[in-house]
């Protein structure tokens, strides 16, 4: 290498220890030359791979590639003159190695053919450079210890995956991408009318309101303790696991952190719920063969499907996160469900209550977006609708209104009025479905479709709710 270029202090200065970091001059002038000649295709390449002057190690082509940019985003074209000037009127000219090095790289090359490998080995420089200073920095953040370990770890973790993101982002995210995937969208709802275009729920009625839990929703299911919110949750995931034959689509990866119920627990309703075996009867009586080659019968669709369970108690939300982070890293996730919010541990003690849970919230939300996947966070609800004698409300979700803010979709069970409650259970009975009880799932927001109350049948000793008899005949 000719030379070694002394790098410029700016504010936000990389920290690279005693050595002198990766990087390629001849590939920099290469490239920078290429910019200038070519009539704009190579700086083109390099704003779709989202390059910017850091990815240069030589404050020179640093502020050349700046101007060249602020060029192009003005509709001027880039050349040595152009270039020169701009470089002049802004005071950067000598720092740039003046018109005579502007002129100098315009005959290193005869032609850009060579721009992408050029690319190619200032990206990896680029990379390279920002984990040697990432991994510095940890280390001397490690040894002065000023913050908590969970927080050091998720700052690390984020700090990577950052890098590990922007290596393989190939092009930028103009308006033009979002389009054409919402065109595809409204495509496949035409050509697939009435089908499900996101995770099935398994209930009819809530399919037709949201056409499946789409990637980057929050979905809350909130209700009063023993209300099912468990067991409906349940009752997603065994939709999601299970395509229909009518469904064109592979078992569904899904996530589910417990922070109540162990996962023999979860298992168990799992199991009894989908081979229809009275959970109850299951605890009190000697199980007869049918039901015993039922759960065998269960146990064996379940085999090898794509769920995680987490039953770790106690936990905080960099926790949760960065376990989802692992987990997608190795298999893309579908979806997750987190059972509850509320027994999320704050990251700081000594804020309210209510503030930390907005911080699980909002946290929750952005790992929905990161991800690309629905999230399903269960919640309680306080006694408010209870003491009332009223339908429960959004307005009552326990210790923040953040939930309802940051959530796309709010689910809130509830028993109905009480001559719709008899009469449905007194349905259930002549149908059959006795030891169901009558439920309304309030759809109280839908950020992207309408809002309705569903009514279903909830059956403790099965866990599991469903649609009543007749919805199941019209499917």
Same mark, same amino acid.
């Given at each position: ?9 700016r504010?936000t200065?990389?920290n690279y220890?005693d050595r002198?970091?990766?990087h390629?001059?001849?590939a920099?002038?290469?490239l920078i030359?290429s ?19 850091d990815?240069f190690?030589?404050p020179?082509?640093?502020d050349?590639y700046?101007?060249a940019?602020k ?7 880039v ?7 701009q ?13 005579a090095y502007v ?9 850009s053919?060579h721009a ?8 990896e420089?680029?990379?390279?450079r920002?984990l040697?200073?990432?991994?510095v920095t940890t280390?001397?953040?490690a040894?002065?210890?000023?913050e ?7 700052d ?6 950052r890098?590990?993101?922007?290596r393989?982002?190939e092009?930028?995210q ?6 054409r995937?919402?065109m595809?969208?409204?495509q496949?709802m035409?050509?697939?009318r009435?089908s499900?275009?996101? =995770?099935?729920t398994?209930?009819p009625?809530? !399919?037709? $309101? ?6 980057? *929703?929050? @979905? ?6 023993g209300m ?7 009752n997603?995931?065994e939709?999601a696991l299970?395509?229909?034959?009518s469904e ?20 168990l309703?799992l199991?009894c ?9 299951l605890?009190?009586a ?5 039901m ?7 146990a064996?669709?379940y ?9 770790n108690?106690g ?7 960065a376990k989802?982070?692992?987990v997608?890293?190795?298999?893309p996730?579908d979806m997750? =469900?987190i ?5 999320? !541990?704050? $990251?700081?003690?000594g804020?309210?209550?209510? *503030?930390? @849970? ?5 946290s ?8 690309k996947?629905?999230?399903?966070a269960l919640?309680?609800?306080?006694r408010?609708?209870?003491d009332?004698a009223?339908?429960?409300?959004m ?6 209104g953040s939930i309802?803010?940051d959530a796309?979709i709010?689910?809130?069970?509830s028993k ?7 009469a ?6 002549q ?6 009880y ?13 809002t309705?109350?569903?009514n ?5 000793g ?12 019209n499917?």
């Open positions: 290498m000719a030379e070694r270029p002394q790098r410029q202090r504010d200065q990389p220890g002198v970091p990766p390629n001059l001849d920099e002038r290469g030359a910019i200038i000649v070519d009539g704009g295709d190579t700086l083109q390449r390099c704003l779709e791979q989202r390059v910017t002057p990815y190690f030589d020179k082509h640093q050349i700046d101007i940019v060029l192009s985003q003005a509709s001027t074209g050349d040595e003159i152009t270039l020169t000037e470089l002049r009127r802004e005071g950067k000219l000598e720092s740039a190695g003046g018109a002129n100098e790289l315009t005959g290193l090359i005869s032609s053919a992408p490998h050029w690319l190619a080995i200032i990206r420089k680029h990379f390279l920002q040697i200073s990432t991994a280390v001397e953040k040894h002065a210890h000023s908590g370990i969970e927080r050091l770890l998720e690390v973790e984020q700090s990577f995956f890098i590990s993101e922007d393989i982002s092009s930028a103009t308006i033009d991408v979002p389009i995937e919402a595809e969208f409204v496949r035409i050509r697939n009435n499900i275009q996101g =995770v099935p398994g209930f009625d809530l !399919n037709a $309101l949201t056409y499946g839990f789409q990637p980057g *929703q929050m @979905i809350v299911v909130a209700a009063r303790p099912g919110k468990t067991s409906i949750a349940l997603f995931i939709a299970f395509p229909k034959p064109e689509r592979k078992p569904a990866n899904v996530l589910l952190f417990s922070l109540e119920m162990p996962a023999r627990e979860l298992a309703r199991l719920s989908r081979a229809r075996v009275n959970m109850q009867k605890r009190t000697h199980p007869d063969e049918r015993q080659l039922d759960l065998v019968q269960a064996k669709e085999q090898g499907l794509p769920l995680t369970v987490d039953d108690g936990q905080n939300i960099l926790e949760i996160r989802c982070r692992r997608h890293a190795r298999t996730l997750v =469900v059972d509850y919010i509320q027994l999320i !541990n704050g $990251l700081d003690s804020l309210p209550r209510e *503030q930390q @849970i907005a911080e699980v919230s909002r929750i939300k952005a790992m929905a977006k990161e991800f996947i629905p999230i399903i919640a309680q609800l306080n408010k609708s209870e009332e009223r339908q429960p409300r307005s009552d979700l326990r210790e923040s309802e803010q796309d709010v689910m809130l069970i109905p009025p009480m001559s719709q409650g008899k449905a259970e007194a349905e259930a009975e149908m059959g479905q006795d030891g169901c009558s439920r309304q799932l309030i759809v109280a927001k839908n950020r992207n479709g309408p309705s109350d569903i279903l049948l909830f059956n403790p099965l866990t599991r709710f469903e649609s009543p008899v007749k919805e199941h005949r499917e």
